[in-house]
């Protein structure tokens, strides 16, 4: 895989970047790394984080403590869905434990592990500010909130279908 | 008296509101919408006012940080160094991270319009020309959200340069965090804002005379900025009308837990916890008759308190929903207003693993800089979790208590504290579920404790 954003991602980039005072271009970090997880393959590989590093000017290893810093940063590869749920108090109150074994099963996976076919990456989260809307995870760029075992199955399947297709 | 009746003893009245009065209307989120149901008077109304009297009305209205702190936002306004030639900077906190708390989303996710207002008017307020708005990560839905209602107002003349012929130039740009608790602490906030790992900085220097980019800086909460527009609209002696003593205006609670209708909802800080919990109008009661053991009342970081003195004070006061009853008792008693992350627990769950939940949480989010913080939150964690699950010790929970005493106060931020506090409160107001997990190892795995003397004291028995 070649590293280098395309010409688009490199527009949005130089935007972030002038959101900062010049100079102070390593602000926009944060807000780059998501683009290139994003971009190449879901998870923060060394010439990824080095290819950042270049492009903000700053050294790798300021690029390798923030990315090991944040969670949402995946430090190694992850399945093409990555299924996030929370078990946090207010999301363990509402059954949370029981999302997580039955997806465990279903999938034949245990937390952080990757379905075979490379399709899911099972993580259990702690609180994403969905509390109220209990049990709930994270799929990429969404929540999906309220979860019960028939919602897990029909997403699943979902995800599964869109793949075929 | 029919089965299951519950004996209300509160009167049932519509309570004020000035965030979400607008919240029935369709298309509210957008900017004609908005506009046309008054929105961005307030802003016009700023503009021909000096700074300096904005901060004043701020002061005059009492409104108090709802992020958690409650500290008066007007005098924070107030301490902003106005050194010549430095730029400063507003930027918001939309990180919202406590456990309980989701509030901010609610205002973001549909009121981003008078999030912006609040916004505009106090960066004119304290001069910023370039405010951020720093938005946890895992909210990657909203920042399209903010971004199209800033295009927006920048289309209609509400940001950019020379903001409605006033002079006053003013960008505001959203920027996504990435997944850490702990950059909901505002010197955190600002050090991953210039793209650094979220450590706290040490205070002094506080962010008011050296914060991002070592310019000054005053960080806000969400909630804290959307108050400022009707503070303006209606003037800030009136707005500290609202409320009960020192909790002036209204307050946002985020309710989850074991309620019938949880989700957020405006008070004006006159109700009583037992009017908020079980009134249609705002919880709904608790699910399938169940009666209620525990509440967090301001998010996970604040003292858990049993059911008895969650409705009433130690005095035998009713206890009310605002920040000076919810702390009544101190800590012995008491607990605290916070975020506004409301947690209901019912009869049938458990302490224990809720704080070994907890415990978990902020052992995962410690930032690692301080030991008894970094050290100490994985300590509680395993002691928790051995408790959980069968394999606890009695002196595990003095030795639980030791631990949490020495993290509280040691640490640069509060994170430390946060940590600290549901352990020593599930302690304090619990001792008899834990010390039943300890002895009872097998029956503990196969059900819960329930409850004890701490039971909700106004139920009245389905046999009654």
Sequence with gaps: MTIKFSEQQLNKVNEIIARYPEGKQKSALIPILHIAQDEFGGWLDAPVMDYVAEILHILPIEVYEVATFYSMFNMKPVGKHLLEVCRTGPCMLNGSDEIIDYIKEKLGISEGETTPDGMFTLKPAECLGACGYAPMMQLGKFFREHLTKEKVDKLIDELRAQEKN | ?464
């Design chain 2, 1 to 464: 008296m029919p089965q299951g009746f519950r004996l209300l003893t509160f009167d049932i009245k519509m309570g004020v509101k000035v965030l979400l009065d607008n919240d029935h209307i369709e298309g509210i989120r957008y900017y004609d919408t908005y506009r046309k149901h008054g929105g961005y008077r307030a802003a016009e109304k700023a503009f021909k006012m000096a700074p300096a009297d904005i901060v004043e009305e701020v002061k005059k209205s009492g409104l108090r940080g709802r992020g958690g702190a409650g500290f008066p936002t007007g005098m924070k306004w107030s301490f902003l160094a106005k050194p010549e030639g430095v730029p400063r900077h507003l930027v918001c906190n939309a990180d919202e991270s406590e456990p309980g708390t989701f509030k901010d989303r609610y205002l973001m996710e549909f009121h981003p319009h008078l999030f912006i207002e609040g916004l505009l008017i106090s960066s004119f307020a304290l001069g910023s020309n370039t405010t951020y708005v720093y938005i946890r990560g895992e909210y990657a839905w909203i920042p399209d959200i903010l971004e199209q209602a800033i295009t927006e107002a920048k289309n209609n003349g509400w940001l950019g340069k020379n903001i409605q012929g006033t002079g006053f130039d003013c960008e505001i740009y959203v920027h996504r965090g990435a997944g850490a608790y702990i950059c909901g602490e505002e010197t955190a906030l600002i050090e991953s804002l210039e793209g650094k790992r979220g450590n706290p900085r040490m205070k002094p220097p506080f962010p008011a005379i050296q914060g991002v980019w070592m310019r000054p800086t005053v960080v806000n909460n969400v909630e804290t900025i959307a108050a400022v527009v009707p503070i303006i609209n209606m003037g800030g002696d009136e707005y500290a009308k609202i409320g009960m003593g020192k909790s002036t205006g209204t307050k946002l609670l985020s309710v989850c837990g074991n309620v019938n209708k949880p989700g957020v909802y405006e008070i004006d800080m006159t109700i009583s916890v037992e009017e908020f919990i079980y009134s249609d109008e705002y919880c709904g009661g608790i699910p399938k008759g169940k009666r209620l053991k525990a509440c967090i009342p301001g998010g996970s970081s604040v003292p858990i308190i049993p059911a008895n003195l969650l409705l009433k004070t130690a005095k035998g006061e009713t206890r009310m929903m605002n920040y000076e009853s919810l702390s009544d008792g101190g800590f012995a008693s008491g607990s605290m207003m916070g975020s506004g992350g409301f947690i209901v627990l019912d009869e049938d769950q458990c302490v224990v693993r809720h704080t070994m939940t907890l415990a978990r949480f902020y052992n995962h989010e410690s930032c690692g800089q301080c030991s008894p913080c970094r050290e100490g939150t994985g300590w509680m964690y395993k002691i928790l979790k051995n408790i959980e699950y069968g394999k606890g010790k009695m002196s595990d929970i003095d030795l639980l208590w030791d631990i949490q005493r020495r993290i509280e106060g040691n640490t640069i931020c509060p994170l430390g504290d946060a940590a600290a506090w549901p352990v020593a409160a599930a302690i304090r107001h619990f001792r008899d579920e834990f010390e039943w997990h300890i002895l009872n190892p097998d029956e503990s795995q196969r059900r819960n404790f329930g409850l004890a003397h701490y039971a909700d004291p106004i139920h009245i028995p389905a046999s009654a």
